[in-house]
């Protein structure tokens, strides 16, 4: 739960495999930040009146797991920048849920954030 045990493998072979991808992964997103082409992954929700909603919430829960685990070096960021941050407060924390519930349209003010 808090990252401490290590993962378990079949084999050398499984772990390296799984190292390997993992490095793929992290190479692949370090690159399209560094040329500026970077997107977070969202679910694509069809809704019922034929338009489409992005659901942010587990990539939000997601980036706020990430940096509570290693809050250093993310303290400036939130301190100094809390408006690039609140989008992932309000969709990822049990606080921007309740915020967004008594919003009074709870629905339009997940759409925007």
């Known amino acids: 739960e808090r990252g401490e045990d290590e993962p378990g493998f079949e084999s050398p ?22 040329n500026d082409r970077y997107e977070p ?22 980036f706020i797991l990430a940096t509570s685990l290693f809050t250093e070096p993310w303290d400036t960021l939130f301190d100094q920048r809390p408006d690039l941050v609140a989008p992932m407060e309000l969709l990822g924390t049990e606080h921007g849920w309740k915020m967004l519930e008594q919003s009074g349209d709870e629905k339009r003010a997940t759409q925007d954030a």
């Open 13 to 34: 072979q499984d772990a390296a495999r799984t190292l390997e991808l993992i490095m793929r992964h992290y190479a692949s997103v370090s690159q399209a930040i560094r």
């Open 41 to 62: 992954l969202f679910y694509l929700l069809p809704q019922d009146d034929g338009s489409d909603f992005y659901d942010a919430e587990g990539w939000c829960c997601g």
